[in-house]
């Protein structure tokens, strides 16, 4: 290990513990663009994030450490899940197979987020993690499906090798399309955004994740925004990794993964601002949608 | 001897019909007793001569088949106090032609099987099959325990015809001994029916089917 | 000797006849089943045992099925004492007699070497075992009996006319005086086809019908049911092993004579049939004697279907002639006594037999178990071998339809039996019938025969069997 | 060495209940003794695995048996040893567990039955895990088939006791008769009554026979769908240590045979394996889904083994596809994987089913809408069942996750294969396997939840108590081996590779896949979630506690929290098209709807809607051919008649 290596993985962390708030300021801004308001300002999700440290937190009886454990194992997840990302050409942590392990450690910090929901005892949160736990379910396979298409193109199925490859053939490319409008879409449902769920309403009986967190505050809840911004940052990079072709220099692709990740973020403001939220029952039908899509980029593969 | 036996057979074949014919029980025993005198005769004729062994089962025969065994009958018929075969699963002129049928079939199968010289042109095995399936008729379309007795007296009867063709080869003990079995098995065969008649005061075998499936 | 194994239990039932006192008569059984198995023992050691001038003679298959009549009776004889002192309302001076004349006339079945004793000897069983059906004397035995009577002596009486057919087959041939078995098998490329295929026919379904096979076994269910468990099981257990002797006796003429081919058809198609109509029967029975009836229906259809596939299957099917007869006994026994603590044969009534018999209950089960050729029981080894003997033989079909029989079959008395063993007993019945020594020592002994030769079939026993399937298949 | 060991470890195991049968009904001297004699034999049978693991003597023992076709020949070589150390494993766990959930004291009725039977069920796996004979492997198999029937009808007093245990007992007759025919025919071909199946032409009609029997019978013994209709309700009726015993190793068994069969065979054809992935798939993703609906936790439990088990073909559908296509790789990745996977669902299976157990022992139901807030009351327990769910689902850094990342490195491999159009096969498998760990996920959340987390929804579980250390200790034992599989599954590499030599394999699984590194980021992870928890745990020291909030609702009841049903209405809703979930939903009606109850649950819909009605159909069938025998004797007469004139015609 070089002291560039090193010096790349100090960046990578810095990058994935810093980046990610701005990308709901970003969101936020380009909704209020849409909107013509002024909006929030670009930096206003780290201030939150502050405030909701500081302030004390009050825990239902209901609850048992399991409660706790939620934001902590959502958390760490992410946070390790970022490790297995290349975000400047490099993954600090990467072997064959992490692919794997990055989806199931999503799967983990879901487990906990929804029996930290369960443990409240309250109606509205068990509501809330069974359609999590629902939804989610159906927008595994997509992912995964995805995950193959890269997988066969790179002979690997390592993130690193998957997403910096950057060489594919020509004839791919209908395919990688299809993926990465497979992988927006389960961006949208696990990052609860529109139209899966809305991140802003206050009507309970319609949300998903956002109900699971209700009785959480303070600093849990803090530690739940900021993981799930990192969330939302990781997946932004997954979906444009595929895009981004090998740029050779490490920095180069930092910032271009950089600026691509805001576009996402743009392009989810953007979404968030022209449609509505779906009807609830409709949600399994686009996630089977996403589904069909990566998986019909596979069987593109086989012409 | 194939002048004196034919005959004979012909009559035990027209007995078989008259059997299948008659509805009243009494004649029908008759007619099983009558086939015993026949049997006798026929050991007789088929002998050629009157040896000791031969007179001997011939006179067991007529003892057993023509007295002691209508006689047993009989006597149950008296302390059942029926006299006919109401209703047989099969009706008297059906079991007419199906004994006519039987007869008919004998004769055919008969002729598949080659025969040894002295029997060749015999009537000895086609009266035997038919007789058996006389006898096998009776057994399976009559309702009375009395009647059923009757037809394996003559699934019995066509199976000693067959016998006949065997005199030399049936040691003297074997044959005594298949006739005790006979004797033995019809008058277990009584004492059953007697019980029955006991317990269900009929010997209809209609009412033997609670033990089914 | 081989005179001996008949007199003396002629001897005994005579003695029993005469005997005055009902205590001590039945005392006879096993003092007799003592002398005749230790006679058999004796009698297996010699290498030749004959009398009468070759009328009797044990070869290798009288071998095998003396000493499976002899150790069945015996453990029924260790049996009755301990049943007939529960029965003892009833008199046993027809029953105790008829019970050693039975198993006088089994030895003479075994031994017999002539066409025509044998068919006496097989009569005589007939007559023996229908005052031992009759023993209850109730409507529904006396019904039975006369089933039983009936049905038995007309197949007897087929069995007569192919004995006169094969005579005559072998008259034809110019053979003579001589109906000895051994005569007839050498000589049997010499007699007239025609004759012998008929008298094949008519032997098959004359002693079919003693053996039980479909569709001659109707009087089975109604005999089995209604008999004494302890009649049922030397019915069941040896006396249709004395008629499958017979059966197997002409099976070997007619393959001494170059016509197995035919039999052997006969006897796969008869043998799947009689499976089938186990199977069938057994399915929703809701009587657990007459269950076992169907249940010996089913075996006897394997027996012939061993004999029908040949070569291993032969040798299978004489395995489990032997593990057959003795598990029957296990069967028979057990719900013999679940039937005096219950005084019903419905499955409806009699529930929970492991809690209220715990031996009698187990020993139900197990039997079961090792009747439906569960490893590690007796019947597996025979029933495998069999089946291995089709898939070798290019009999895959029919080994595939045997197989789907047991499936059928299993399913069904499965149903049947853990109706029996398992749940809640009723409340206490008026029997007041609980195991004792007398009446489980001697399931208990067959159990363990059957266990034993599911891990360890003695050497001696698969010589005796191997010679018995040799001596049976005989080349033309 | 081992074989000795292995066949004294059966010995012991097999007379461990004996000793019990004289003792006396109250005393607890039996149970004692039964549970030492099994432990002893359990500690003989696992170091004979893990003598044959260091030192493997390919030549087994072979001995003269005097029954037709049998030999008694013996041997653990590394595929046996897998298995062979795992039944005794979990068995001396299940014995010691049975202390505290069966005592004799509480059960003096069947208490030494079943540790009669419990002693012959490990037996009877030990010994045919190790057979190498044929008739010596049928015995092993049907003993343990008939003790596994007698255990799972410990409690015949109860009708559904007894039913589950008729069908249990049919399925696995059935499975047994499969199997006369597949060593019939194996001997037929081969002229052996062993395993071997070398010269046997796989693509010929010998073949193919043999490939499908062994199929139907050991996919009958492992409960693969749509096989697996005996298998929830034996597993919910058996006491639960059985139960454990049964999911975590006597289903295996069907897959151990299944491996051992088709190690012979060094070519199969192509579509062997493509069938054993789109069935295991198939029993995967419908084994959970099954399992979502289940209310009774056990029968959630038994479906889970379904799955397990489709994940386990799955792999082994791979080692085949891998041979055939000439890929050591895929053999190699699938076959670990599907090892692995049986040990790890051994443990985790096993854990789930104690730690059940112990929420039956403690409440006095299974009905997970009558539990919860067990969390409180029975804290160990919880903790070690939240270990076993996690497993379960295959989530990181326990053991499910490194046999569940064996498999789908292996399908990903075959799917980056570039040789023929079978890749596409593997490649929709993967997906199919993340969609059961998701469906997974949602039922153990599910399931932790309804019985964990909340309120108490019924007096029993408000007044439940931890189970005893008895009862706790094998859990913790299970517990440990599956945290340390996941965090250093390295460990298991030697045993896995020798398991993999049986097939022929000679790379080490090192070489193959990331072992070490999965041990690194488990290592990570581990340190991100301290990290975080000490952060937030600092922050939120001394904080208040309050009821819950439920967005204001002013009086909270236990009776409002989200019960498994409803948690699960709409995965099931999802799934209706294959599970056929049974509703009884009220029509609500006006603004102020009268009082209504909700009723919904998921039947088997093969045992059901197929299998029972045409069992059904055959058995009326049959009655109606009851008309042959109506007690008249002519009829009986005519039979014979009939019957001698046909055969006199025909001949």
Redesign the interface.
């Known amino acids: 290990m070089n002291l560039h290596t090193l010096l790349l993985d100090v960046v990578h962390v810095a990058v994935l513990l810093l980046v990610p708030p701005f990308l709901l300021g970003v969101i936020n801004k380009t909704k209020a663009a849409f909107a013509g308001r002024v909006g929030p300002p670009y930096l206003q999700p780290y201030y939150d994030l502050v405030k909701l440290w500081r302030k004390g937190s009050v825990f239902s009886t209901s609850t048992s450490w399991v409660f706790k454990a939620g934001p902590v194992v959502g958390f760490a997840t992410a946070v390790l899940a970022g490790l297995l990302l290349p975000v400047a050409g490099h993954a600090p942590l990467s072997f064959e197979g992490d692919a794997i392990l990055f989806a199931y450690l999503f799967a983990l910090g879901r487990f906990f987020t929804v029996a930290a929901a369960l443990d409240t005892g309250s109606a509205f949160e068990g509501m809330g993690s069974a359609r999590e736990a629902t939804f989610s379910s159906l927008a595994e396979p997509a992912l995964f499906f995805g995950l193959l298409v890269l997988g066969r193109l790179a002979r690997s199925l390592s993130l690193e090798v998957m997403l910096t490859g950057g060489h594919w053939p020509p004839r791919s490319a209908a395919s990688l399309v299809l993926v990465m409008a497979a992988l927006f879409i389960v961006l949208l449902a696990e990052n609860s955004r529109i139209p899966f769920d809305d991140p802003n309403t206050h009507l309970e009986l319609t949300m998903i994740h956002e109900v699971m967190v209700l009785d959480h505050g303070g600093p849990a809840l803090g530690t739940i925004l900021y993981g799930a911004s990192l969330k939302l940052f990781i997946f932004a990079a997954l979906v444009v990794g595929i895009a981004l072709p090998d740029l050779g220099n490490p920095w180069m692709s930092l910032g271009a993964l950089l600026t691509g990740v805001l576009a996402v973020a743009v392009a989810i403001g953007v979404v968030e601002s022209l449609m509505a939220r779906l009807r609830l029952v409709h949600v399994p039908s686009l996630l089977i949608a996403a589904c069909l899509l990566s998986g019909f980029g596979i069987v593109l593969l086989a012409r | 001897m194939q002048i004196v036996a034919d005959p004979l057979l012909v009559v035990l074949l027209l007995v078989n019909f008259f059997m299948l014919g008659t509805s009243r029980l009494r004649a029908l025993i008759n007619g099983s007793a009558a086939q015993g005198v026949l049997l006798a005769l026929l050991v007789v004729a088929v002998h050629g001569e009157v040896t000791l062994q031969a007179a001997l089962i011939a006179l067991a025969t007529i003892a057993l088949k023509s007295i002691v065994i209508p006689s047993m009958l009989t006597r149950a018929l008296r302390d059942a106090a029926i006299h006919r075969e109401i209703e047989p699963v099969i009706g008297f002129v059906p079991s007419l032609l199906l004994g006519g049928l039987g007869t008919g079939l004998s004769v055919v199968f008969a002729r598949t099987l080659p025969l040894a010289p002295e029997h060749v042109g015999s009537l000895l095995v086609p009266a035997s099959l038919a007789t058996a399936f006389t006898g096998f008729l009776l057994l399976a379309t009559r309702r009375k325990a009395i009647t059923q007795v009757v037809g394996y007296l003559a699934l019995e009867n066509g199976v000693f015809v067959m016998g006949l063709t065997l005199v030399e080869a049936m040691p003297l003990l074997v044959e005594t001994g298949v006739l005790l079995d006979l004797v033995v098995a019809i008058f277990v065969m009584g004492i059953i029916i007697e019980h029955i008649s006991r317990e269900f005061s009929s010997i209809d075998t209609t009412r033997l089917s609670s033990l089914k499936e | 000797m081989a005179l001996a194994l008949v007199i003396v239990p002629l001897a005994f039932a005579a003695a029993a006849a005469a005997m005055p006192w009902q205590k001590w008569r039945p005392w006879l059984l096993p003092a007799c089943g003592a002398v005749h198995l230790a006679m058999t023992i004796a009698a297996l050691g010699r290498p030749e045992v004959s009398a009468i001038g070759g009328w009797l003679k044990l070869d290798a298959l009288g071998r095998l099925v003396l000493a499976l009549v002899s150790v069945l009776f015996f453990a029924c004889s260790l049996y009755a004492p301990g049943y007939l002192a529960l029965r003892a309302e009833r008199s046993n001076r027809v029953f105790v007699p008829c019970l050693l004349f039975f198993l006088a006339m089994n030895s003479l079945i075994v031994e017999a070497q ?1 066409l ?2 044998m ?2 000897a097989i ?2 069983t ?2 023996a075992s ?2 031992l059906i ?1 023993y209850n ?4 035995s ?6 039983y ?3 038995g ?3 007897i ?2 069995a ?2 192919g004995t ?2 094969l ?2 087959a ?3 041939a110019g053979l ?2 001589s ?1 000895f078995f051994p005569d007839l098998v050498r000589e049997a490329p010499r007699l ?1 086809r ?2 012998l ?2 008298a ?3 032997l ?2 004359g002693y079919g ?1 003693k053996m039980g096979l479909a ?2 076994h ?2 089975k ?2 005999a089995y ?2 008999a004494p468990g302890i009649v049922g099981t030397l019915l069941a257990g040896a006396l249709t092993s004395c008629a499958f002797l017979a059966l197997l006796r002409f099976f070997q003429i007619v393959s001494a004579a170059g016509e197995a081919a ?1 039999a052997r058809q ?1 006897m796969i198609g008869i043998g799947l049939l009689s499976m089938a ?1 186990g ?3 057994m ?3 809701r009587d657990y004697k ?1 269950m076992l009836a169907y249940s010996s229906v089913e075996h006897m259809g394997i027996l012939v279907l061993g004999v029908g596939i040949g070569g291993l299957g032969v ?2 099917s004489l ?1 489990h002639l032997v593990n057959n007869a003795i598990t029957k006994g296990v069967l028979f026994l057990s719900a013999g006594n679940i039937h005096r603590a219950y005084g019903s044969k419905s499955t409806e009534d009699v529930r ?1 037999a ?2 209220r018999l715990p031996f009698s209950g187990a020993l139900f089960l197990a039997g079961f ?1 090792a009747a ?1 050729g ?3 029981f007796a019947p ?6 069999i ?2 003997a ?3 033989s290019g009999h ?1 079909i029919v ?2 339809l045997f ?1 789907l029989m ?2 059928i079959v ?2 069904g008395m ?2 049947a039996v ?1 109706a029996v063993v ?3 007993p009723p409340a206490e019945g008026p029997s007041g019938y609980h195991d004792r020594l007398g009446t489980i020592a001697p399931i208990l002994l067959l159990m363990a025969i059957v266990l034993f030769l ?6 001696p026993l ?1 010589a005796l069997v191997q010679k018995a399937a040799t001596f049976v298949e005989v080349k033309p | 060495m081992s074989e000795v060991l292995a066949v004294c470890a059966c010995a012991l195991a097999a007379l461990s209940g004996l000793p019990g049968l004289f003792s006396s009904r109250n005393g607890r001297a039996g149970e004692r003794m039964a549970c030492s004699l099994i432990a002893v034999a359990g500690i003989a049978g696992v170091s004979a695995a893990v003598l044959a693991f260091v030192a493997p003597s390919p030549e087994g023992i072979s001995l003269r048996w005097a029954v037709p076709g049998g030999a008694l020949q013996v041997r653990v070589d590394g595929l046996s040893a897998i298995f062979l150390g795992q039944i005794f494993f979990i068995s001396i766990l299940g014995a010691i567990y049975g202390l505290g959930y069966w005592p004799q004291a509480a059960h003096r009725e069947n208490g030494r039955k079943l540790r009669l039977f419990y002693g012959l069920l490990t037996a009877g796996i030990g010994l045919l895990i190790i057979a190498g004979n044929s008739v010596l492997f049928l015995v092993g198999w049907e003993v343990m088939a008939l003790a596994a029937f007698l255990t799972v009808t410990t409690e015949d007093e109860k009708p559904e006791v007894r039913q589950a245990g008729y069908l249990y007992l049919c399925t696995t007759r059935a499975g047994t008769l499969c199997l006369f025919a597949l060593f019939a025919l194996l001997f037929g071909a081969t002229g052996r009554m062993d395993f071997d199946t070398h010269g046997v032409d796989a693509g010929g009609p010998v073949g193919t026979a043999i490939f499908l029997l062994a199929l139907a019978g050991f996919g009958l013994k492992a409960g693969l769908m749509p096989l697996h209709i005996w298998l929830p309700p034996a597993h919910a009726s058996a006491p639960t240590h059985v139960s454990a015993l049964m999911s975590g190793v006597l289903i295996k068994t069907g897959i151990y045979a299944l491996a051992r069969v088709a190690a012979g065979f060094e070519h199969p054809p192509l579509w062997w394996g493509g069938m054993l992935l789109s069935l295991g798939t198939a029993s995967a993703v419908l084994g959970v889904a099954f399992a979502i609906g289940q209310h009774d936790v056990k029968r959630l439990l038994a479906y889970h083994s379904v799955e397990n088990i489709g994940i386990m073909c799955m792999g082994l559908g791979l080692a085949l596809i891998g041979r055939a296509s000439g890929h050591p790789d895929l053999v190699l990745l699938g076959l670990a994987g599907a090892l692995l996977h049986v040990w790890n669902h051994g443990l985790f299976k096993a854990l789930l089913f104690l730690g059940a157990g112990s929420v039956i022992h403690g409440t006095g139901t299974r009905e997970m809408d009558r539990l919860g807030g067990l969390l409180k009351r029975m804290p160990g327990t919880a903790l070690l069942f939240l270990v076993g769910a996690v497993a379960i689902c295959g989530l990181p850094p326990l053991n499910g996750f490194v046999s569940e990342l064996l498999v789908y490195l292996g399908l990903y491999r075959g799917a980056a294969a570039r040789d023929g159009r079978w890749w596409i096969a593997t490649s929709f498998a993967a997906p199919a396997l993340a969609l059961v760990g998701a469906l997974a996920l949602a039922c153990f959340a599910k399931a932790f939840g309804a019985i964990f987390l909340g309120e108490p929804r019924s007096e029993d579980a408000d007044l439940a108590h931890e189970a005893p250390r008895t009862m706790l200790g094998p859990m913790i034992a299970l517990a440990a081996c599956c945290v340390l599989i996941g965090l250093a599954p390295a460990l298991v590499a030697p045993a896995l590779d020798s398991a993999a030599a049986a097939w022929g394999v000679s790379t080490p699984l090192t070489a193959a896949a990331p072992l070490g590194k999965i041990t690194l980021a488990a290592v990570l992870l581990l340190a991100a979630l301290g990290f975080t928890a000490a952060a937030l745990v600092s922050r939120i020291r001394g904080s208040r506690a309050a009821p819950t909030w439920d967005c204001g609702y002013a009086a909270p009841t236990a009776r409002m929290q989200y019960t498994s049903s409803s948690f699960a209405q709409m995965l099931v809703g999802l799934f209706a098209f294959a599970l056929r979930p049974r509703e009884h939903a009220p029509r609500l009606v006006g603004p102020f709807p009268a009082a209504a109850t909700y009723h919904g649950e998921v039947p088997d819909a093969v045992l059901d809607r197929i299998l029972l009605p045409f069992v059904r159909a055959t058995a009326n069938a049959f009655e109606s051919l009851r008309f042959i025998q109506r007690g008249n004797v002519q009829a009986y007469l005519g039979y014979i008649l009939l019957t001698l004139v046909l055969l006199l015609v025909w001949k």
């Open positions: 002539h025509g004793l068919w006496v009569e005589a007939t007559l229908a005052p009759h004397h109730h409507a529904r006396i019904e039975a009996t006369w089933k009577l009936l049905i002596s007309v197949g009486a087929l007569l006319f006169f057919f005579a005559y072998a008259l034809r003579g005086t109906l007239s025609p004759w295929h008929s094949f026919v008519l098959f379904v019908t569709p001659m109707t009087w269910p109604d049911g209604e035919f006969l109509v199977g069938v029967f399915a929703r029975q007459r040798f299978g395995l929970g492991l809690r178990f439906t569960s490893p590690p597996f080894l025979s029933e495998f071998t089946v291995r089709a898939m070798t895959a080994g595939g197989l047991l499936a299993f399913i499965g149903g853990l398992q749940g809640e599911g891990v360890y079939v003695p050497a698969v």
